[in-house]
């Protein structure tokens, strides 16, 4: 059996087996490779779970309130018989006959004529929100609700 000096005795290398015919022949310990290896997959995991809680975190702050509440507008205008328009700067908002609405007490309305919106006058600070109605290219704008809370006959 030929041993090199100086080394471990799990390192022993035997050059040839016809040397040491009773010798095993071993093999180096992958002990270290393995736990590299196993630091490198927790590495890799924790690197695509911070990816994964930014990439949500991202999209919630994108798409958080404003993606499913539309911008409350505050306008003052005029009310006729069946139709009311507000004016925010150079763009006027309307609707006719019925819009949602949500009244003093706080209690959303599906349809009708809003309780803060006397006919046959002119209105100040009324909050409400609209959106763009599309047909092929061509979009008007439209009142979809409006805001009595604040409002007291």
Known sequence: MVVKFGRPPDLDVVTSAADAPEAKIRTPSFEVRDSMTMKHGIMAGLAALVVAVAMFGAGFLAGGNAATHPTV????GYVGADVATFQVGDTAYGFRSSVNWTDSAGSFHDGGWPACLPKVQAVTGVRFERT???????GFTQVVWVDCQAYTS
Not at 73 to 76: C, M, Q
Not at 132 to 138: D, E, K, L, S
């Open 73 to 76: 507008y505050v306008g003052d």
């Open 132 to 138: 763009t109605v599309w047909a092929g290219n061509i």
